[in-house]
Structures are given as C-alpha cells and as structure tokens.
C-alpha cells in the first residue's frame, strides 16, 4: 500500500529532507501512522526505512502546478464560495494519487492536511470536508482522506495530552487561532517549549501528544475516514 500525503507545512506533515532526499515526516503523519498501524498492524514509516516508495510527500507547491488548478471551479451547491482552494488541492492530490496508483500497481490512499481556521476565512468547517470530497471525486480518486481540524493542528494536539480526568476544553469549539485571545500555539509553546517540527516530533514519540486520547469530532471524523478506506479501498467517496 502505498500514501501520498500533503500539508501545509513541515510542522504537520513534514518535509522532504533534501540533504537525504528522504521524507521527514512532522507530528501529522505520525497520527496518521498510529490511525494505520492500530488498524492494519503495518506502520507506514517503519516501512519506509525499509522501502522507501511507501509514502510520496507532495509539497502545497506541487498541487497549484498541477495543470488541473488552471480550470476554474464555480462556487454552487456542491462548490461553497472560497472553498475553490480545497477543490484544487485536493483535486491535484487525487490526480497525483491515482497516476503513483498505476504506475505502482499498489492500492494507493491520499491524506491531504489543511486548517480550517475560522479566524482566517468565513467558510466553514463542513464547507471545507465536502469541498475536499468534492475535489477528490472530481479526480476520479476514490481513496481521498481530508484532514482538517475544525480549529488548527494545535488544538488537536492539545486535546491529546493526557488530561489525567482533569476537565478540559472542546478543542473543535473554543476559538484558538493566531488572533484569539489566548491562542492554541501559545498554548502547546508554553507545555512543550519550542514549536518546531522536530520537538514537536519528539512529543509524540514519548508519547506526551497521543492521538488515541483525542476526543474532538473532527478528529474522529478524519480517523474513521482513513480507517474506512483502508478497509475498503475501493469504495466511492462519501
């Protein structure tokens, strides 16, 4: 099996490391790698020591070079005004996706990660899914898997702390962006000191961040449509 995974940055899914020309991959993908291997028991990255070809990162740059993005998308029922943006991305990984798929011979999922962040745009989180959906089914890509906090990353992160029982917020309500009041970064910041990718990595690996703990809906509605195309692979896009 293979998975061509796309973010937004290095601290969500990764980067290539260029020195190695090898995926680095960020806190994202190693939820994406627990969701994999409870399901499977294979894990992606593990893999990827071994065979190098399991997991294809494809940087945003990629997806707006992928002459599809050139054909315009026309807000409607199915298209919300301004989510044009997710129907390209997602549409381009799809296209992406589906060409590793033939080429390789191998079923073939696509996770693409975006922010919803309602501090930065007015469409909603539902616009959001269903515009990724939408661009996937537009590919022709059955196996599509959108990623999106209702928030940001961070806020999924904090929910995975190990809150000890102790009462804490819902992460998918309570604004936490770069222009809130108390904003969801700061917040991870003053936990774990530094933000990048790679402290944030370590996080995960010793297990203060431990995406089994999250509770937020968008979260779980992320995992169950990873899970369900890994179980049927060839299904349509709901």
Not at 30 to 41: C, H, L, P, Q, S
Not at 73 to 94: E, Q, W
């Amino acid at each position: 099996m293979k998975f061509v995974l796309s973010g937004e940055g290095p601290t969500d899914i990764g980067k290539i490391d260029y020195a190695t020309r090898s995926f680095d991959p960020g806190p994202m993908a190693y939820f994406i790698d627990a969701v994999v291997r409870e399901k499977t028991g294979v894990s992606p990255l593990e893999t990827l020591s071994t065979d190098g070809n399991v997991i294809h990162f494809i940087h945003k740059t990629e997806l707006s070079d992928q002459e599809i993005n050139k054909k315009a998308v026309l807000p409607g029922k199915k298209s919300p005004l301004g989510t044009a943006y997710f129907i390209k991305n997602s549409r381009a990984l799809g296209h992406i996706a589906k060409e590793i798929a033939s080429k390789t011979g191998s079923p073939t999922i696509a996770v693409l990660f975006r922010d919803a962040d309602p501090t930065r745009a007015q469409d909603t989180y539902e616009d959001k899914w269903r515009s990724m959906i939408i661009g996937f089914k537009q590919a022709g890509f059955d196996r599509g898997v959108p990623m999106i906090p209702r928030q940001i990353m961070e806020a999924w992160l904090l929910d995975s702390l190990d809150w000890q029982g102790k009462s804490h917020p819902d992460f998918d309500t309570v604004i936490g962006g770069r222009h809130s009041a108390y904003p969801y970064k700061k917040q991870v910041s003053e936990l774990v000191g530094q933000t990048d990718q790679h402290n944030l990595v370590d996080q995960v690996l010793n297990s203060t961040f431990d995406q089994s703990r999250i509770t937020s809906d968008s979260y779980k509605r992320f995992k169950a449509r990873l899970e369900d195309v890994l179980v049927t692979p060839d299904r349509d896009s709901k």
